[in-house]
């Protein structure tokens, strides 16, 4: 993508809407999925909500994101589900949105997916930021911190690490995180790994919010393409994925999708008879 769309469709998403009043993440409303917590938020709230927590806030917080493929993890990956309930866990995608309203009645507000909020964050905040970016290839790191730099140049940018290091030797990372001074981490290993790896090793003295943001940095960096509007528009971007990359991502969709809504079937049978036999 380039760098003059990314800007401008993230300075589309953060005209919307009013800004609210600030407000923690214990009194925003939420919509479980499979039983784990995700905020129910609008774009204007949800950039607000991160603005607080980058400018104003002293604690830490981890964003995550759920979508269909990651909610398949958690139910097999108890150790993950763990992190997740650690974290600030955002709505990612028409998945979860259809399991909110077979569950709940109701969809999420919107699809805060990290590919799109990011860089609608980083214009909607004018206080100038330390934004650290770990993972991918170093050339893909590389040209996304580039391309952030034309898209948001009163933020600075440092490139911390491709997402190649030891994973057995974290310490030298976590260094250079610390010695960053970094008030917004984005991490793009994968997950679970991404999320497992920011809970075990990193709090409030490494940056005041670290982001698990998956392939975000591809796709900002231009070595993968977007979903072309009339695919996102229709929630169909997953589709377009599919096509360029069908053998890497076939299991996730093909396969991951039906499982999901397996789970979700199963989720709410077995909250609908829990309710009967009361």
């Not at 002293?58 to 139910?75: D, E, K, Q, W, Y």
């Not at 650690?86 to 009645?105: N, Q």
């Not at 229709?234 to 377009?240: A, S, T, V």
């Amino acid at each position: 993508m380039s760098s003059t769309s990314l800007q401008a469709r993230a300075r589309a998403v953060a005209r919307e809407g009013e800004r609210p009043a600030s407000m923690m993440a214990a009194e925003v409303a939420s919509l479980p999925i499979l039983g784990l917590p995700v905020l129910d938020l609008s774009w204007s709230e949800g950039l607000d909500f991160l603005d607080m927590r980058l400018t104003e806030a002293a604690s830490f917080g981890h964003i995550a994101f759920l979508n269909a493929n990651n909610a398949n993890i958690m139910v097999r990956d108890s150790a993950y589900r763990d992190v997740l309930e650690r974290s600030i866990v955002l709505a990612d995608g028409i998945g979860v949105d259809i399991a909110a309203r077979l569950l709940h009645g109701a969809r999420f507000s919107a699809n805060l997916n990290g590919t799109d909020l990011v860089p609608a964050l980083l214009t909607y905040i004018e206080t100038p930021l330390r934004v650290g970016l770990i993972g991918a290839t170093s050339s893909v790191l590389e040209d996304a911190a580039r391309n952030f730099r034309r898209h948001a140049p009163w933020h600075s940018f440092v490139e911390i690490s491709d997402g190649y290091f030891d994973r057995a030797e974290p310490g030298v990372i976590v260094e250079r995180i610390s010695a960053a001074k970094l008030d917004l981490l984005l991490v793009a290993m994968g997950t679970p790994l991404q999320e497992k790896w920011v809970d075990r090793h990193l709090g409030p003295s490494h940056a005041r919010v670290v982001m698990s943001v998956g392939a975000l940095l591809d796709f900002v960096s231009g070595h993968v393409p977007r979903a072309p509007n009339r695919f996102r528009r229709l929630r169909l971007e997953w589709l377009y994925r599919l096509w360029l990359e069908p053998s890497r991502l076939w299991r996730r969709y093909v396969v991951g999708i039906p499982v999901f809504l397996f789970h979700i079937w199963r989720h709410r049978a077995k909250g609908r008879a829990q309710a009967t036999s009361r």
